[in-house]
């Protein structure tokens, strides 16, 4: 079975910092990988997905992350975070090839300070 | 507007009572999914369907239940096998699997 390791449980972040929240998984074959956002009171949201292709993808809200297949990782990064990027980030990973449910990792919750 | 409505978003029970979580979409999506969210633990699959009429165990499935008589409809029960069910729950639909999920707003469950 695959597992999603996410580095750290919290983060604390000034506003204007910059951001890498580390993601890896155990997987071995071709995947399909995702970062999902939940803000405080809300639904999970996506924020980007890579499955095939430029293995730097660009999401919503200034978000980006770079798939490196060969450390099997998925790392999230946003240059300059704002306040309103407090919020608990989920890194997803699914099998590429035939029918696969989502496995998550357990989530890091940002704080940024105004 | 397209989306997945789960009701209510809270509820609270007594020990020993099952209890029935609903999950409804309209966006034609074949796929449902229920995980369950617990603090530090991230999100843990109960069970999930491809299809109606059919679903599969997820990695935590013991003591809950599910039908998939419609389509747009995948309600769990938490049975009083359950021996942790106080937690905040979560429906998902997917269409394809590169696509990724459209989630629910939960339901948070207590159980007293």
């Known amino acids: 079975a695959q597992s999603v390791s996410q580095h750290n449980h919290h983060v604390i972040l000034s506003e204007a910092a910059s951001l890498e929240l580390g993601c890896n998984y155990s997987?071995?074959?071709?995947?399909?990988l995702f970062w999902y956002v939940q803000y405080p009171g809300q639904h999970l949201q996506l924020l980007l997905k890579?499955?095939?292709?430029?293995?730097l993808v660009k999401g919503i809200k200034g978000f980006e992350a770079e798939f490196i297949k060969s450390k099997f990782s998925f790392n999230l990064r946003k240059p300059s975070v704002q306040w309103s990027d407090t919020a608990e980030y989920f890194c997803?990973?699914?099998?590429?090839?035939?029918?696969?449910?989502?496995?998550f990792g357990k989530g890091t919750m940002l704080l940024v300070s105004p | 507007d397209g989306g997945i409505t789960q009701s209510p978003k809270y509820l609270f029970r007594k020990e020993g009572q099952n209890v029935t979580l609903s999950c409804e979409q309209n966006?034609?999506?074949?796929?449902m999914y229920w995980y369950r969210q617990d603090p530090g633990q991230g999100l843990r699959l109960i069970y999930y369907?491809?299809?109606?009429?059919?679903?599969q165990k997820g990695d935590i499935a013991e003591g809950y239940s599910v039908s998939r008589e419609k389509k747009e409809s995948f309600p769990l029960t938490v049975t009083s096998a359950q021996k942790n069910p106080t937690a905040f729950y979560l429906c998902?639909?997917?269409?394809?699997?590169?696509?990724?999920?459209?989630f629910g707003s939960g339901t948070r469950l207590t159980v007293v």
């Open positions: 997803a990973v699914n099998e590429g090839e035939g029918y696969s449910t989502l496995t």
């Open positions: 998902a639909s997917s269409i394809g699997t590169a696509n990724g999920y459209t």
């Open positions: 997987y071995g074959g071709t995947v399909n």
């Open positions: 966006l034609n999506h074949d796929a």
């Open positions: 369907s491809q299809i109606v009429n059919d679903f």
């Open positions: 890579y499955f095939s292709g430029d293995p």
